[in-house]
């Protein structure tokens, strides 16, 4: 038997956190590093700092590598995540969408097929050398409820592959067939290439089910694919006989590409996420990022969701947003909820000491499957109130206490206390937020039609964020980027 030290841990546990720890600092020593790893969160038990601070410094090992996509995309082709013996994965393919053509993009990029696989948590164990059904002949229950994954990455990396850790659960937790796709990643191919396919799979969806019966989840960049499938099935889907799913649910959500709040910089002593990619042979001046060509494409709503604007007389579908309040991302969710749609159904929920994608950790934090069971239930109750059988989906901003002796209590909360995690070093209202709320709004309809309204907007950034737009960051969840070798 284990010892059992006073706080609950075993002391197993916290001898394996200390050598970490020593390894963390010897790590150090050899490399550079954008994280400072000595900043460990209040609330983190033994093996969440142990958990969190060994990717970081896996991390910060490459935070001055040149990024090489293609080593990266092959490793991580093999990692596939262990998942249940309940769960039975079924390989899918969907036809694009070819007679639809989004604004630049060409007709035959709306051609081909995109992989998927339906994951089932199932009542009973399966046979893990058991055969799979024929594709042709595999085909939930049109009459049930169903939910379309968009997986992370910074839209240039991972699959449905590297995600069945998180995809598995949401079909536990929703009791429903999950759909994950392998949308097109970037930079070979940009936007609105990812988009497409998400309309595309979302209309396979569709075509035999009602869109009450869909929920979209998705996590970090596949968060913002979400949203801006809504988004655009909210301005556009009518003309294509497309209509709002019952709910979209999203953790970690990346919906500011130009990195514009202060916790993107303010949380890098906490998070996961590097500040940076360096990779000269894309990223410049004029191109932030892989998703996107140039930067003229940084404000518009279906790349950048924090700059979409609240339509009173096209309400959205509720919407459940969580979020780490010491993960770089944070901001963007809350100036999101509490600001830019201030009067929509969104449930907000920050997790106190949580990073990015802290769902992914689940073998280690608990909070991370209460997390996922909270989400299970907000798509079961957005598809009940799609029905109108008498639910309804509340508007809320939550805080869930990192307390697991108390079972990781939620609370409503203020005004004023969302305004604080607003707040900069120095204990002033970040003037970086209220700048975006009025310049961005402003700029972001002048720049639709005008590039140097655009231009105007990135110099606006520059001047006003302590995070360079110029930096590109895309490591998700507990993925790490590898060494580049010679190209």
């Not at 988009?195 to 019966?213: E, Q």
């Not at 901001?331 to 990015?356: K, P």
């Not at 995070?467 to 507990?478: K, L, N, Q, T």
Request: net charge negative; hydrophobic share 40%; proline share 5%.
């Amino acid at each position: 038997m284990v010892a059992t030290t006073s706080s609950g841990e075993t002391s197993f546990i916290a001898q394996v956190h200390r050598n970490g720890r020593a390894f963390i600092q010897k790590a150090l020593q050899r490399s550079p590093s954008q994280i400072d790893l000595n900043q460990d969160h209040p609330t983190w038990d033994s093996k969440t700092a142990f958990a969190i601070n060994t990717i970081r410094t896996l991390n910060s090992m490459t935070a001055e590598t040149p990024v090489n996509l293609q080593r990266i995309r092959r490793v991580r082709s093999y990692i596939t995540l262990p998942t249940h013996l309940n769960v039975r994965i079924q390989k899918t393919h969907i036809s694009r969408r070819s007679s639809l053509v989004l604004e630049h993009m060409t007709p035959n990029q709306a051609t081909g097929t995109i992989k998927g696989e339906w994951v089932e948590y199932l009542d009973e164990p399966q046979s893990f050398f058991g055969p799979n059904l024929p594709q042709s002949q595999y085909q939930p229950n049109t009459d049930g409820m169903v939910v379309l994954y968009l997986h992370g990455g910074g839209y240039a990396l991972c699959s449905r592959k590297t995600h069945r850790g998180l995809t598995w659960k949401v079909a536990k937790h929703t009791k429903s067939p999950v759909l994950a796709i392998d949308y097109r990643l970037a930079p070979e191919h940009v936007f609105p290439l990812a988009l497409h396919d998400a309309i595309s799979a979302y209309s396979f969806l569709t075509r035999t089910r009602s869109a009450s019966k869909v929920t979209i989840v998705g996590d970090s960049a596949g968060g913002g694919l979400a949203l801006a499938l809504a988004l655009w099935l909210r301005d556009s889907g009518a003309d294509y006989g497309l209509s709002l799913p019952a709910g979209v649910a999203l953790m970690s959500p990346w919906l500011d590409l130009s990195h514009s709040l202060p916790s993107f910089k303010h949380n890098g002593k906490y998070d996961l996420l590097r500040e940076k990619v360096v990779d000269t042979s894309i990223i410049s001046d004029t191109r932030s990022h892989f998703y996107i060509s140039d930067n003229s494409f940084l404000t518009n709503p279906l790349v950048s969701p924090l700059f979409a604007q609240e339509i009173p007389e096209k309400q959205m579908c509720p919407i459940l947003i969580q979020v780490g309040d010491s993960e770089r991302l944070r901001d963007e969710s809350i100036v999101f909820a509490m600001n830019r749609f201030s009067q929509s159904t969104i449930q907000l929920e920050i997790y106190e000491g949580m990073v990015h994608v802290f769902q992914m950790l689940s073998s280690f934090i608990k909070v991370a499957d209460v997390a996922m069971e909270r989400l299970g239930n907000f798509a079961v109750e957005s598809v009940a109130a799609a029905s109108e059988n008498g639910v309804s989906i509340e508007r809320s901003i939550k805080w869930i206490d990192n307390d697991i002796k108390n079972d990781f209590p939620a609370r409503l909360m203020t005004n004023e206390e969302v305004d604080m995690l607003l707040e900069t070093a120095n204990g002033q209202i970040a003037e970086e937020v209220s700048s975006v709320l009025d310049f961005g709004a402003e700029a972001t309809r002048e720049s639709e039609d005008d590039p140097e309204a655009a231009q105007l907007l990135i110099d606006f950034r520059n001047s006003s964020s302590d995070s360079a737009v110029s930096d590109v960051e895309f490591s998700e969840g507990p993925f790490v980027p590898l060494p580049n070798v010679n190209r």
